[in-house]
């Protein structure tokens, strides 16, 4: 626990800071946190850096009643660790709780966050793949993103049903 830094943090944070006026964010089908509001001043912050991170308490009160797939936005995956001990701690079944991260440590960020898209669409989630992968079309000095999709791919045509025919 940082209880010992707060008070030059919060002093740092005065001096260099001016309060955070929030947006309203449109919040679509996000399920957050404890909800923060309003101005958010320097001790807000200070508060913020002493304060235990319960994960239990958050992966059990997003994950109540219905299935989830979390998605971490960070340098890297920091919290896939305690989500998922969490997870198992509370007995949630991996079918009803996703995880899936942008950035993974010592891993190429552009593979790993068209990984999570994948991901995100494997399991259910409208992805819009043109804006994913930037394709544009270009009509009359108008750009737009066009998509396509192909569901029709044939069978791969490899069977393994004894050993290669190399080996």
């Not at 940082?2 to 309203?24: H, I, M, N």
Request: some cysteine.
């Amino acid at each position: 626990m940082a209880v010992p830094l707060g008070a030059g943090y919060q002093e740092l944070l005065e001096k260099s800071l001016d309060a955070t006026v929030l947006p309203d964010l449109k919040r679509g089908n996000v399920t957050w946190g404890e909800p923060v509001t309003g101005i958010i001043v320097p001790a807000y912050w200070r508060k913020n850096l002493k304060s235990p991170v319960l994960y239990n308490n958050a992966v059990a009160g997003f994950t109540k009643g219905c299935k989830r797939h979390l998605t971490e936005l960070r340098p890297h995956s920091a919290v896939e660790i305690p989500i998922k001990q969490s997870c198992k701690g509370l007995k949630i079944k991996e079918t009803d709780f996703q995880y899936g991260s942008a950035h993974i440590r010592g891993k190429n960020s552009v593979e790993t966050t068209l990984n999570l898209m994948g991901q995100l669409f494997l399991h259910g989630h409208d992805v819009v793949f043109a804006k994913v992968n930037h394709i544009k079309k270009q009509v009359h000095s108008v750009s737009f993103f066009q998509e396509k999709l192909s569901t029709s791919l044939p069978p791969y045509p490899w069977i393994y049903d004894g050993p290669h025919p190399l080996e």
